[in-house]
C-alpha cells in the first residue's frame, strides 16, 4: 500500500533563486507583458520631457556667477569677514565634538562613519569653494578623527563624558559666535542682527530642537499625568493653542506685537532671539503630541513590572518608560525636526536674513537681477543636503538601537 | 456563602503577630462591579498558597490588592506587619517585600537579562554594580540560565524569559512572592521548567501566592488551595482535602470541569 507518510527524514534544500541576465532582467521588469512596455515608454518620454530642458538650463543657460559671488553672504550673512575665523573654529569644535561622541556610542566602524567622513571631502569638491576653505575642511575631517580617536578609548563607564563634552561644545560655540563685548580685541561682540545666511538657519534649527525637545517631553508628561488634573489641563491648554496657530503668526507675534504690548522703557530683546522663541513654542507643541504617542504604545504590564520591583513614579518614567517610548517615535521626532528646519525660512517674512532672506537680498541687487531660479534652486539644494542628512543619520541611530526590533 | 466568616477571623488576632499576610475582610469594586467581596485570608510565613477558580473570579485582583497594583477599597491588608494605605512610603516599602511574576512576563524589553535583573537592587536597594551583577548571576544559575545573561528578553523562549521574571523579582530578596498565572502565556512544552524553579523556591521556604490552572502544580507543592468564585473564598483546605473531598457544590463543578 502507498503510503503518504514520510520514511526518512526530508533533506535540506537550497532556496530558490532568480538570476537574470541583463536583458532577461530588462525585459522581465519592463518590457514584458504589454502593459509594462507602454509603461516604460510613457516614463521614459515623460523623464525627458522633464530632465532634457532642466539640464540644458543648468549647463547652458544659467548665470552660475551669483552664487560664487554672493557665497559668502548665503553662508554667514553679514558676519564680518575678520571675525569668519570664530565660524570655523564652531565646526571644528563641532567635529571634535561629534567625533567624541560618536566614537564613545558606537564601537563599530559601519557605513554610517563612512559617509560621515566623507562629507568633506565631497564639500572639497564644491567648484566655487576657495583653497582656504578646502585647507579647513581638511581641518574638520583631521579634528573629526581626533575627536573619534578619544571617544574610542574612552572607558565604556565614562560614557557621560560625550553629554559632557556636548555641553561644553554648546557654550563655547555660543561664545564664539556672539563674542565677549564691543571692540574686545580677540572676541569682539558680533550682534545677532548681523548673523544670517546659512549660519542662521542652521543655528535656529538646532536650538530650536534643542530646547524644543525637553520642553516637549515635558508637556507629554504634563498631559499624560492623570493625577495631577491642574499640570494636565495647562498642558492640555498649551499644546492645543499652539497647534490651533500657524507659525508665521506666532512669528508676527514675537517680532512685531510683543514691543507694543511691553512697557515702554523695556529694553527691545534680540530679534533672533524672539524668533527662536517662537520657533522652539511651536515645535514643543508638536513634540508633545508625537511624544505621547510613544507613550501611549508602552503596555501597561512595563508601568506594572516597574511597580512591583519597587521603582517610584519618576525612576519608572525615566528608566523603563521614557528610553522604550522615544526610541518607537524617533522616525516621527525627526521628521517633525526636518520640519522645523525648513519652517525657520519662514523668519525671512518678518525681516531676519536666514537663508531665504539673503536671498531675497541678493535677487534684489540690480547687478543679479533675473537669476531667481539659480539662487533658488542652490538653496533648495542646501535645504535638501541638511535634510537628508538629519533623515539619512536617524535611519542609522534606528539601526543602531534595533528600532522595531522588539 | 464564604467558609471564613468575621468570627473565624477574630479569633486569629492572637496569632497575627505570626501571619505575614493578613487580609480582613476586603472589598474592592470596578466601577459597579463588586470584585472582591470580603475576602479574608492570612498567610504564615513559608506557606504556599495556590488560588484556584474560574476566570472572573477576582483572584488575579486579590493578589494584585497584595501590592497595591490594585487598590481595595474596604477592609484592611497587612503585608508583614505593614498596613496597606495611602501612604506612599507604605507602598513603596511593601512593593520591595513583595516580589510579584506576571502572566505576560513583563520584562523591560530595552534592558539586558542582565539589566532587567539588576536595575531594582541598584536603584531602590541602592546596591553597587558590581555585587548586583554577582547576584544577578547567583540568580541566573538557580532559575537555570546564566548563559542568557546578556542576551535581551525578546531573543529568549517564553519560558526562559519567565525564568528571569522570576530572578528579576527574587533579586529585591523578598520575603513574599506572588505568582499571578505565571504559566498560561506558555507553550506546553516551556510550563514544565517555569514550575521546577517554582518549586524550588516553595522548597527553600518562600511564602508564596499563586494563582495558576495547573492542577498537577497545586497538588503537590500547596500547603493550602484557596477556591474562589463570584469574588469570595468559597472553600479553604489541603491539597489532600481538595482534590478527594471537595464540600463545596461550585467547588465540585469547577473541579469537575477542569480535571
Redesign the interface.
Known sequence: MASYVQTSQAETLAPPTERYTLLGWVYKHLLSPWYNLVLTLVGGLLLYAIFKPALTWAFTGARWAVIPANLNLLMRGQYPAEEAWRLWAVIFLLALAGGYNWGVWSKTVGPALITAFAIPWLLMLVPWFSWGTRLNLLIVEAVGLVGYALGRITPKQRSQWAVYAFLAYLLAMLLLLRGLQEGHPTLPMVPTRLWGGLLLSLLLAFFGIVFSFPLGVLLALGRTAERMPAIQTISVLYIEFIRGVPLISLLFMSQVMLQLFLPEDFPQIDHMLRALAAITLFSAAYTAENVRGGLQSI?K??Y?????????GY?TMR??IL??AL?AVIPVLVGQFIGLFKDTSLVALVGLFDLLGIARVILANPDWLGTQREVYVFIAFLYWIFSYLMSYSSRRVEEALGVG?? | MTVHTPETVQESPSTEHEHIIVCREVHKWFGDFHVLRGINLNVKPQEVVVIIGPSGSGKSTFIRCINRLEEHQRGDIIVDGIPLTHDVRNIEKIRSEVGMVFQQFNLFPHLTVMENITLAPIHVRKMKKEEAEALAMELLERVGIPEQAHKYPGQLSGGQQQRVAIARALAMRPKIMLFDEPTSALDPEMIKEVLDVMKELAQSGMTMLVVTHEMGFAREVADRIVFMDGGEIVEVGTPEHFFTNPQHERTKLFLSQIL
Not at chain 1, 513590572?305 to 519597587?310: F, L, T
Request: a positive charge; charged letters at 15%.
Open positions: 503596555p504590564g512595563q506594572e513590572a516597574a511597580a512591583s520591583v519597587g521603582l517610584n525612576q528608566l523603563i528610553p522604550q526610541r526590533k522588539f
